[in-house]
C-alpha cells in the first residue's frame, strides 16, 4: 500500500522540503500538498516525482480545511500521515495597539490552524483505528521570548495541545508527535537579521524530521545541540532566564 501523507504550508520552506523527501524516498507516495499559494503548489505538484494533489486552503478556516480534507479522502482515501506544519512568524509588542490584531492572525495560524488541521480527520481515524498527528512547534515554545511574545506562546500553546491529545488517544491507535526545531533556513529565518547558531538547510530538517515520524517519537526537538539548550531553557529559573534573554536577538515586526 502507498503511504499517504497530507502536509500544510508545503508551498514553501520546510512543508516543501518535506514533500519532496518523502517523494524522493518512495516514488508510490501520495502527497497532499496545503497552502495558499495555488501557483506554488501546482509547480511542485508538478515537480514531484510521485502522486500528489495541491489544495488551496487557509488553515485558520475550518470550512476552508474540511473542503480540502473531503477532497483528498474522496481521491485517495485516509492518509497515513498528517503534518501540520504551515505557520507564520513576526516580532509582536504589548506597547503597540496595531499588533493586537497581528497576534491574534499568530494564533489562528499556528494554534487554531493545526487545530482546523486535524479535526476533519481525527474522528475517521479513530473509526479506522488508524493514524498520525504531527504537529510542527518550535524551540521558541519552550520559553517566553522577549519581542516575539505570540510566536512564542502560540507555540508554547501548541506543545501542551498536543501533549493533550497525545494522551486523549493515548488508548486508539493514534500516534501524536510533536516537533520543535531549532533555526531552519527558509523564508521566516531569511528575514531574521541576527546569528542563529546550528541553523540547517530545510532539506537536512526535512530528513530529520521524516526520521522522528518513522519512529513514532511523542516530542523531539533537533538539532542535538538544540535539545540540549531546550532542556536546559526549560529548566533555567526565571531571574536567569530572564537575564539571559533580555538582551537576546529581536524578531522583525513584518509578518512572514
Ligand atoms: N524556519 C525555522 O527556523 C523554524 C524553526 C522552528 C519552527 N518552524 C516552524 O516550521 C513551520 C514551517 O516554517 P518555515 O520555516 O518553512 O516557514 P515558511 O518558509 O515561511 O513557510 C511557511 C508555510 O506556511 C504556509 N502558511 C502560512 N500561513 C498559512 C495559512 N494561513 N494557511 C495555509 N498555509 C499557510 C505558507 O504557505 P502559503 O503562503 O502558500 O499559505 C508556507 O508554505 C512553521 O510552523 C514554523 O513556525 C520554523
Given at each position: 500500500?502507498?503511504?499517504?501523507?497530507?502536509?500544510?504550508?508545503?508551498?514553501?520552506?520546510?512543508?516543501?522540503?518535506?514533500?519532496?523527501?518523502?517523494?524522493?524516498?518512495?516514488?508510490?507516495?501520495?502527497?497532499?500538498?496545503?497552502?495558499?499559494?495555488?501557483?506554488?503548489?501546482?509547480?511542485?505538484?508538478?515537480?514531484?516525482?510521485?502522486?500528489?494533489?495541491?489544495?488551496?486552503?487557509?488553515?485558520?478556516?475550518?470550512?476552508?480545511?474540511?473542503?480540502?480534507?473531503?477532497?483528498?479522502?474522496?481521491?485517495?482515501?485516509?492518509?497515513?500521515?498528517?503534518?501540520?506544519?504551515?505557520?507564520?512568524?513576526?516580532?509582536?509588542?504589548?506597547?503597540?495597539?496595531?499588533?493586537?490584531?497581528?497576534?491574534?492572525?499568530?494564533?489562528?495560524?499556528?494554534?487554531?490552524?493545526?487545530?482546523?488541521?486535524?479535526?476533519?480527520?481525527?474522528?475517521?481515524?479513530i473509526k479506522s483505528n488508524q493514524g498520525h498527528l504531527v504537529a510542527i512547534s518550535s524551540v521558541a515554545g519552550i520559553r517566553g521570548l522577549p519581542?516575539?511574545?505570540?510566536?512564542?506562546?502560540?507555540?508554547?500553546?501548541?506543545?501542551?495541545?498536543?501533549?493533550?491529545?497525545?494522551?486523549?488517544?493515548?488508548?486508539?491507535?493514534?500516534?501524536?508527535?510533536?516537533?520543535?526545531?531549532?533555526?531552519?533556513?527558509?523564508?521566516?529565518?531569511?528575514?531574521?537579521?541576527?546569528?542563529?547558531?546550528?541553523?540547517?538547510?530545510?532539506?537536512?530538517?526535512?530528513?530529520?524530521?521524516?526520521?522522528?515520524?518513522?519512529?513514532?517519537?511523542?516530542?523531539?526537538?533537533?538539532?542535538?545541540?538544540?535539545?540540549?539548550?531546550?532542556?536546559?531553557?526549560?529548566?533555567?529559573?526565571?531571574?536567569?532566564?530572564?537575564?539571559?534573554?533580555?538582551?537576546?536577538?529581536?524578531?522583525?515586526?513584518?509578518?512572514?
Open positions: 500500500m502507498p503511504k499517504k501523507i497530507f502536509i500544510t504550508g508545503a508551498s514553501a520552506g520546510i512543508g516543501k522540503a518535506l514533500s519532496e523527501q518523502y517523494a524522493l524516498l518512495d516514488k508510490n507516495t501520495v502527497i497532499g500538498l496545503v497552502g495558499r499559494n495555488k501557483d506554488n503548489l501546482l509547480s511542485l505538484s508538478n515537480s514531484l516525482p510521485c502522486k500528489s494533489i495541491a489544495l488551496v486552503a487557509d488553515v485558520s478556516n475550518i470550512k476552508s480545511m474540511k473542503k480540502v480534507v473531503n477532497k483528498f479522502i474522496k481521491s485517495h482515501g485516509l492518509p497515513d500521515i498528517v503534518i501540520a506544519n504551515a505557520g507564520v512568524s513576526s516580532g509582536t509588542l504589548l506597547t503597540i495597539s496595531s499588533d493586537i490584531e497581528k497576534i491574534k492572525k499568530i494564533f489562528d495560524t499556528n494554534f487554531h490552524g493545526v487545530i482546523n488541521t486535524f479535526h476533519p480527520f481525527i474522528n475517521k481515524f519581542g516575539a511574545g505570540a510566536y512564542s506562546a502560540s507555540k508554547a500553546a501548541l506543545i501542551n495541545y498536543m501533549e493533550s491529545i497525545r494522551v486523549e488517544c493515548h488508548s486508539i491507535n493514534v500516534n501524536v508527535t510533536t516537533i520543535l526545531p531549532g533555526y531552519v533556513k527558509s523564508n521566516m529565518t531569511d528575514a531574521n537579521d541576527y546569528p542563529m547558531p546550528f541553523i540547517m538547510s530545510s532539506d537536512k530538517a526535512a530528513k530529520k524530521i521524516i526520521n522522528i515520524i518513522s519512529k513514532k517519537k511523542r516530542c523531539a526537538i533537533f538539532p542535538w545541540q538544540m535539545a540540549i539548550i531546550g532542556r536546559l531553557m526549560h529548566i533555567l529559573p526565571s531571574f536567569i532566564w530572564d537575564l539571559l534573554a533580555k538582551n537576546g536577538p529581536k524578531k522583525k515586526r513584518n509578518l512572514i
